[in-house]
């Protein structure tokens, strides 16, 4: 598996119409998407810094998983995400090095892309996406 570079960062927040203001208005980022997730109950804003994105999720119902994290460990950063050329391949490598993995393929994520999270567990507590076009 061969990381690229990081293709976003994940931050958890209670509201991205409160959150969007402070990325824009004081950091001078741009906001140029929202998109909600409806099987994986999140709204997301992006802005893109070089070739990184940060990626604001925002719950879209109280069981999100999003939900969950923030009442347990409060807003902040909740994964990171690398780039690789191919979510099911890297999957695939890790399941046969005995990595504890949430998906064992990829499934479609923000932006259209394939992607697939590694157990926090198993990555020293840092939620870990890989995605791929
Ligand atoms: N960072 C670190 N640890 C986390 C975590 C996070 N973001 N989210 C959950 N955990 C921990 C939990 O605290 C829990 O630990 P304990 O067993 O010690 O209590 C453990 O991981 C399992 O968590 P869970 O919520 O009970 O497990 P689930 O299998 O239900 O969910 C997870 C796992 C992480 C995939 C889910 O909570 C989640 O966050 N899904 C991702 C949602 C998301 O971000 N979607 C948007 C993606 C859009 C995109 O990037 O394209």
Not at 29 to 41: A, F, S, V
Not at 59 to 83: L, N, Q, T, W
Not at 109 to 133: R, W
Request: net charge negative; aromatic share 6%; charged share 25%.
């Amino acid at each position: 598996m061969e990381i690229s570079h990081i293709e976003h960062i994940g931050i958890a927040v209670n509201s991205l119409d409160e959150a969007i203001p402070f990325y824009e208005n004081i950091l001078g980022l741009k906001c140029y998407k929202r998109e909600e997730i409806p099987d994986q109950q999140v709204k997301t804003a992006f802005f893109m810094v070089g070739q990184t994105k940060i990626e604001l999720l925002e719950p879209a119902s109280p069981d999100s998983p999003v939900a969950k994290f923030i009442e347990k460990r409060g807003v902040g950063i909740h994964h990171i995400a690398y780039a690789v050329e191919n979510v099911d391949k890297a999957l695939g490598e890790l399941a046969e090095k005995g990595i504890r993995l949430i998906d064992k393929k990829g499934r479609k994520g923000a932006e259209g892309l394939n992607i697939g999270f590694l157990h926090p567990k198993a990555t020293m507590g840092v939620l870990t996406e890989l995605c791929s076009k």
